[in-house]
């Protein structure tokens, strides 16, 4: 069965901390998404991978940035966590070109920056 | 710019009707189409595409269809059922997803 598991599903920090949040998917998929999801807004990609240290600015990639040292491992990392930055964070992968844009998910990490 | 939108963000539906969700797009070189669903606390999960060559496709309960003259997407559901209350996003493909605002689906008995 298809899994993408995410670190943390609740999280809380403070202004200006550094920010990790973590996805693992165990489904030897190439291509990996975070996403952020805010109401009135929905999904909004922010950076992906289609391999392992390959890396791909998304639509909101400011104040962002990830990594990728492990096919199966995409980190997303917020360098110096501000309040806008308070959301849902949603990570995914799919597999090769066929598949690319069939996506599954993680079922998210509810960040609050106070 | 919204690439993709979906301009009702709630729908109400009384079990063993229809629920038809609308979704409208700009880009006319999208050619591959997709709905999510989210249940709170969830992420998305696939539920059916369509390609840009088929005006239909149809899964069970559950028939996308695609207006190109128009721009437009809809997802019928029929019959509707509680278990169908979510939201539901549209997608849509170029080099990567563009997805919609979401609109939740409330099936009340």
């Known amino acids: 069965d298809v899994k993408v598991t995410q670190s943390s599903r609740y999280l809380v920090k403070r202004t200006g901390e550094k920010v990790f949040l973590e996805c693992v998917q165990d489904?030897?998929?190439?291509?990996m998404f975070w996403y952020r999801q805010d109401p009135g807004l929905g999904l909004r990609l922010i950076y992906f991978?289609?391999?392992?240290?390959?890396?791909e600015k998304g639509d909101i990639p400011e104040g962002y940035s990830v990594s990728r040292e492990k096919k199966e491992r995409f980190s997303l990392i917020l360098e110096s966590a501000s309040t806008n930055q308070t959301s849902m964070y949603l990570c995914?992968?799919?597999?090769?070109?066929?598949?690319?844009?069939?996506?599954?998910f993680g079922p998210g990490t509810r960040l609050t920056v106070t | 710019d919204q690439q993709v939108k979906q301009n009702s963000p709630s729908l109400s539906v009384q079990e063993g009707r229809i629920s038809i969700l609308n979704c409208d797009y700009t880009?006319?070189?999208?050619?591959?189409f997709l709905w999510y669903k989210k249940y709170p606390a969830e992420g998305p999960t696939f539920l059916i595409s369509?390609?840009?060559?088929?005006d239909k496709n149809e899964d069970g309960r559950f028939t996308v269809f695609l207006n190109k003259s128009a721009k437009h997407l809809s997802l019928h559901i029929v019959p509707s059922q509680p278990g169908d209350s979510a939201v539901y996003f549209c997608?849509?493909?170029?080099?990567?997803?563009?997805f919609g605002t979401g609109t939740r689906l409330q099936v009340f008995p």
């Open positions: 995914a992968s799919s597999n090769g070109l066929a598949g690319l844009y069939e996506q599954y």
């Open positions: 489904m030897d998929h190439e291509n």
């Open positions: 991978s289609y391999d392992v240290k390959m890396k």
């Open positions: 880009n006319s070189m999208f050619d591959y």
């Open positions: 369509i390609s840009s060559i088929k």
């Open positions: 997608a849509a493909e170029t080099d990567k997803l563009i």
